[in-house]
């Protein structure tokens, strides 16, 4: 499973990631609940609000959504202390998606592989990449 974060979404949205050329039929692709509100606050603060919350329903109803559950909640605790202990703090929200992806075993799509890398086990990948 791949997970993708809110920059490869907007670039689904803007037209500037075919996921039929970068993806396999058979792939399971996803996005977590953090980057679904994230792209709706992103929406509403657009010039164009209804159109642009249509477009993100199409693309949200070919992606599975996964949620912040109990059991990512542990992993941003251990991470974000880790993390802190370390001296390299991440955003509490990223932190989320990092958790989630890692606790359902999944590799992580983001345009800002150096902002992730620090965290172990975290799989990164980023089909923006020129």
């Not at 991440?90 to 890692?102: F, K, R, Y």
Request: a negative charge; hydrophobic letters at 40%; glycine letters at 4%.
């Amino acid at each position: 499973m791949k997970i993708l974060d809110s920059d490869h979404c907007i670039a689904i949205l803007r037209g500037k990631l075919d996921l039929r050329i970068k993806a396999s039929p058979e792939e399971e692709l996803a996005v977590t609940t953090i980057s679904i509100g994230e792209l709706t606050h992103g929406a509403y603060r657009s010039k164009n609000p209804a159109d642009n919350l249509s477009r993100l329903d199409v693309l949200l109803a070919a992606l599975i959504a996964l949620p912040y559950d109990e059991m990512s909640a542990r992993r941003w605790g251990s991470l974000k202390a880790s993390l802190e202990r370390e001296g390299k703090p991440l955003h509490d929200l990223d932190l989320q998606i990092a958790s989630i992806a890692i606790e359902n075993h999944a590799t992580l799509l983001t345009h800002n592989k150096k902002h992730f890398e620090r965290i172990e086990p975290l799989t990164l990948e980023d089909w923006l990449e020129a």
